[in-house]
């Protein structure tokens, strides 16, 4: 398992200022994270887990929306 250090940085949305993850690069294709799969983020204090969702549950995701109150417009239209 390779490690990556990255930075906390922040976007502007609904008026203010929030923190931001960004990930992006190859070696995202290179561990199975093509564009279009759908992930999941498992949350706890200190620690955030992404996994792809695989087979049948990444067909029942497919509509998948997150939860209202982390919902934001797309930067991408």
Same mark, same amino acid.
């Given at each position: 398992? $390779? !490690?990556?250090? =990255? !930075?906390?940085? #922040?976007? %502007? #949305?609904?008026? @203010? %200022?929030?923190?931001?993850?960004? =990930?992006?690069? *190859?070696?995202?294709?290179?561990n199975?994270?093509?564009t279009?799969? $759908?992930?999941?983020? *498992?949350? $706890?204090?200190?620690?955030? !887990?992404?996994? =792809?969702?695989?087979?049948?549950? /990444?067909? /029942? ?8 109150s982390? @919902?934001? @417009? #797309?930067? %991408? $239209?």
């Amino acid at each position: 398992m $390779k !490690t990556r250090r =990255l !930075t906390v940085s #922040s976007i %502007y #949305s609904n008026e @203010k %200022y929030v923190p931001a993850i960004r =990930l992006s690069g *190859n070696w995202l294709v290179e561990n199975g994270f093509q564009t279009g799969r $759908k992930i999941v983020v *498992n949350e $706890k204090p200190g620690s955030l !887990t992404i996994r =792809l969702i695989s087979g049948e549950d /990444e067909r /029942e995701a497919g509509g998948c929306e997150p939860e209202p109150s982390v @919902k934001r @417009k #797309s930067l %991408y $239209k």
